[in-house]
Each structure stands twice: as structure tokens, then as C-alpha cells.
């Protein structure tokens, strides 16, 4: 059993900038794959960015250059730094957690909001 609690949303400006973190316990972190997705108010929710225990990073279209995922096995998390934001990454963001020898998880989410 892996639990994941996200931190850091909240409200900021156009063109601001916020840092999500998702703590994890339960399980060995290095070892498993950790994702962000964000589901928009009456939206699917969608893929944001992965880094994989290997270390590869991978970032959805939308969010390409402007946010940043980065792990810390030491610590157990993941982050997402989100810079430029705009109105339209208003969502509610999740972590995500998967390994290769199954189990998959996700948090409960923390709500961003960027007013234009």
C-alpha cells in the first residue's frame, strides 16, 4: 500500500508561479514510477508530466516548458514546478503512482486556481 498526499496549490495570477509537492510513503519510492495528472472542472482528467524510477521525464504538450517535474529519492517526493501559469491550468492536481510489479495509487488531489 503506497499513500500519497499532494501540497502547495492555491490561488495565484496569470503569468505566476507555484511548486506542488507529493509526499509518499508506504513503499520503496525508488522504485516506483511517479506522474502528475489535473482534472479541469467538468474535463477528463489528463496526463501532466512523468519521471520514472529510471529518471526519465516526460511532459504532456500543454505544459512543455513552462513546468518541471523533479523526484527526490532521499525525501520521497515529487514536485512540479509550474511557472508562467495560465487561467487555463486551473484544475485539481494529482500525484500518481505505478510500478512495474503493479500497484497503482493516486492522491487526493490539491486544487490550483490562476485568475487572468
Known amino acids: 500500500q503506497v499513500q500519497l498526499v499532494e501540497s502547495g496549490g492555491g490561488l495565484v495570477q496569470s503569468g505566476g508561479s507555484l511548486r506542488l509537492s507529493c509526499a509518499a510513503s508506504?513503499?520503496?519510492?525508488?522504485?516506483?514510477?511517479m506522474a502528475w495528472y489535473r482534472q479541469a472542472p467538468g474535463k477528463q482528467r489528463e496526463w501532466v508530466a512523468t519521471a520514472t524510477s529510471s529518471g526519465s521525464i516526460n511532459y504532456a504538450d500543454s505544459v512543455k516548458g513552462r513546468f518541471t517535474i523533479s523526484r527526490d529519492n532521499a525525501k520521497n517526493t515529487v514536485d512540479l514546478q509550474m511557472n508562467s501559469l495560465k487561467p487555463e491550468d486551473t484544475a485539481v492536481y494529482y500525484c500518481y503512482s505505478w510500478a512495474n510489479s503493479g500497484g497503482n495509487y493516486w492522491g487526493r488531489g490539491t486544487q490550483v486556481t490562476v485568475s487572468s
Open positions: 508506504g513503499s520503496i519510492f525508488s522504485g516506483r514510477h
